[in-house]
């Protein structure tokens, strides 16, 4: 049912003809799949999976801009045997267990606070905020001419002992601010 | 020509050269036939590996919509120049990268098939899910391929496969050529030897044997025949010159025998000529003598019968006596002498040959004696119907002769007895004048029947021993025979056959 949903909702993306409404509609649709995508493209490390049933989890810090996109895209999924729920947290603190992480407006503006709060967490850390990959985020989600792009920052990622793969990454614009 | 007329030979290399190249090509059609398959086989296997790499290597490019990348990609299927056409389709089936760049209409479905990797429309084309593993599916990798690369393998291996079938069969023909000589040869031969037998008619031949196989066998039992037809016609030509030794010989006897024959023929013809000659020349002695008799002996009796008649007075009884003597011997000469020409008379008559009735014959003349000599009673039975082919006249002198010598010799018997019949005799017909008369004595039963042989003397009973002389030759004149039986005292038997 969820893909079915998922399905009709590109299909309206690709019907090209949107208004404004629409194209925020859309491009947080897509924000939202590629949320739900990353889970494919990253490995997290043993000890963040407490066992192989427990939910991956997709937490939204902040402003949700996905709506019911998120929940819809993910209802029904698995990764491997293990299915996706989505959190909506309001502060880093309310943080608990979470795989992937979305810091939305306007907390995300001042990334490098959470960041530091969660350094060192196996939290892949996702935002649409500027530089968000420079400013120690892992991956960026960058909008060029209505198409969305990736930046990523393998440095963090490594540091939270997560594996990114390279097919993500060919994907993607590599950020590395410490020059390496 | 028809396969069964060319000669063995050919027939043999022609037999081995079509066996040859039937399993040629079914060997051929088997491999091209495993060949076909197998190259699809592989063909399919390999552009299903290559969708399966370009599949998993193009999954972040769909989970993150980067069209360059997903062109990118699949550009490296420049590589392979038999890919015609190669399309990334994402989740809702829609194009989303596409190789070559610009392709379309008729070579990119405008939605994915159903997964999987399949022969359509002279292609090789594939669906291939694109996901990442265990996870939700991302879109389709859609694959087409010419059949080009099966093609040139199989345009390859056909070629390679008529230059191996041409040389295996010329391979195949040459060795052929050989082998077949085993087995004609033999038989070529045989047929050679056949031949020359049945036109020379020369069995001294034999086929020559190549082997100890069943044609060696053949040859051996042909070699066999001709040697029992040689023995056999050997023997046979011994026995025919025998067979021809012995017709010369016998040959050459018959001829001996037959000049013998006709030499002893010769010898009686002339003995018979003589004879004849001789008797003719006695009928005619006997007939001028007793004619020339008669005139003398009639002037002895009438002279002396003038002198009885005229002279009696002058002679005394004595002298009268001796007349009458006299005139008795010249009567009794002149009976004789009568008789003797009757004798000759048959011998010298025409013979006239008709159905005579015997039976009637024999009566009428029983009946004439009777009349002569009316004092005597003789019983006299003669069988009814008998008849016979000869001359009338003759015959009844015959049963005269017979009839009256049986009257005569019964003149003492006191129950007199004469019989007139017919017996069977040596598988024949035999008549029979039966009396119960004097007889005879049957040690002189071969002298009956010569001239002047009497075995009883004349004052017994009267008689001139020509009669039966006479019959006799009545009897050999008609072709037939006469004999007797009897015993003395105890009357006798006459049988005559005609």
Request: proline letters at 4%; aromatic letters at 8%.
């Amino acid at each position: 049912m969820a893909l079915l949903r998922v399905t009709a909702a590109l299909l309206l993306v690709c019907a090209a003809r949107v208004g404004a409404q629409g194209a925020r509609a859309s491009e947080a649709q897509v924000k939202a799949v590629f949320l739900f995508n990353f889970a494919q493209f990253v490995d997290w490390p043993p000890e963040a999976v407490p066992d192989s049933q427990a939910p991956l989890v997709i937490g939204i810090l902040g402003d949700d801009p996905f709506g019911d996109f998120l929940d819809a895209t993910v209802r029904g999924e698995h990764r491997g045997a293990r299915p996706f729920a989505v959190r909506r947290f309001q502060r880093v603190e309310d943080i608990t267990r979470c795989d992937i992480l979305f810091i939305g407006r306007p907390l995300a503006d001042r990334p490098e606070e959470i960041l530091a709060r969660l350094k060192n967490r196996p939290i892949l850390t996702v935002s649409d905020a500027d530089q968000f990959a420079e400013r120690g985020g892992m991956i960026h989600f960058v909008t060029d001419r209505s198409r969305i792009r990736l930046q990523i920052n393998p440095e963090p990622a490594d540091a939270a002992h997560l594996t990114i793969s390279s097919k993500l990454l060919r994907v993607a614009e590599v950020i590395t601010p410490s020059g390496r | 020509m028809a396969l069964r007329d060319w000669p063995i030979k050919q027939k043999m290399t022609a037999i081995l050269v079509l066996i040859s190249g039937l399993v040629l090509l079914l060997t051929s059609a088997a491999f091209a036939g495993y060949q076909y398959w197998y190259l699809r086989q592989a063909t399919r296997d390999a552009l299903s590996v290559r969708g399966r790499i370009i599949a998993a290597n193009s999954t972040a490019s769909l989970a993150f919509s980067n069209v360059a990348d997903a062109r990118e990609l699949l550009s490296a299927l420049r590589a392979d120049r038999h890919i015609v056409a190669a399309v990334l389709y994402d989740k809702g089936g829609n194009v989303f990268a596409a190789y070559p760049a610009g392709v379309a209409g008729d070579v990119v479905p405008a939605l994915p098939g159903p997964d999987g990797y399949r022969f359509e429309g002279g292609r090789l084309i594939g669906f291939q899910p694109v996901e990442e593993a265990g996870s939700q599916r991302l879109g389709t990798l859609y694959l087409a391929s010419d059949l080009e690369a099966i093609y040139d393998t199989f345009r390859l291996s056909g070629v390679i496969g008529l230059a191996v079938m041409a040389v295996a069969l010329l391979a195949a023909y040459l060795v052929s050529r050989v082998l077949q000589g085993t087995i004609s040869q033999p038989i070529l031969a045989l047929a050679e030897t056949a031949q020359v037998v049945s036109t020379r008619q020369d069995y001294s031949v034999r086929a020559p044997k190549l082997g100890e196989d069943e044609l060696g066998a053949l040859t051996d039992a042909f070699n066999q025949m001709l040697g029992r037809i040689e023995d056999q016609n050997r023997a046979l030509r011994a026995s025919q010159d025998e067979l021809q030794r012995y017709a010369n010989e016998l040959e050459q006897r018959v001829e001996a025998r037959t000049h013998e024959l006709q030499e002893r023929h010769e010898a009686l013809r002339r003995n018979a000529a003589e004879l004849l000659a001789a008797n003719s020349e006695l009928d005619a002695f006997a007939y001028s003598v007793s004619h020339d008799l008669r005139a003398p002996l009639r002037s002895i009796d009438g002279f002396s019968q003038v002198l009885l008649e005229d002279y009696a007075t002058k002679l005394d009884e004595s002298g009268q006596d001796s007349l009458r003597r006299v005139r008795a011997a010249s009567q009794r000469m002149g009976i004789l002498i009568d008789d003797l020409l009757k004798l000759a008379r048959v011998t010298r008559a025409e013979m006239r040959t008709e159905p005579v009735d015997l039976s009637d014959m024999a009566r009428d003349i029983v009946n004439e004696i009777q009349r002569t000599a009316p004092e005597r009673q003789v019983a006299c039975a003669i069988a009814p119907g008998l008849t016979a082919e000869g001359d009338a006249r003759l015959l009844r002198v015959v049963l005269d002769n017979l009839l009256r010598n049986s009257w005569k010799y019964t003149a003492k018997q006191p129950e007199p007895r004469v019989e007139f019949g017919s017996v069977e005799a040596n598988g024949g017909r035999a008549f029979m004048v039966r009396d119960n008369g004097a007889g005879f004595d049957m040690k002189y039963a071969d002298k009956l029947f010569g001239v002047f042989q009497r075995l009883h003397s004349a004052a017994d009973f009267e008689g001139t021993g020509v009669g039966l002389a006479t019959v006799r030759r009545i009897i050999n004149r008609h072709g037939g025979r006469i004999w007797a039986e009897g015993a003395v005292g105890q009357g006798a038997t006459f049988y005559f056959t005609l």
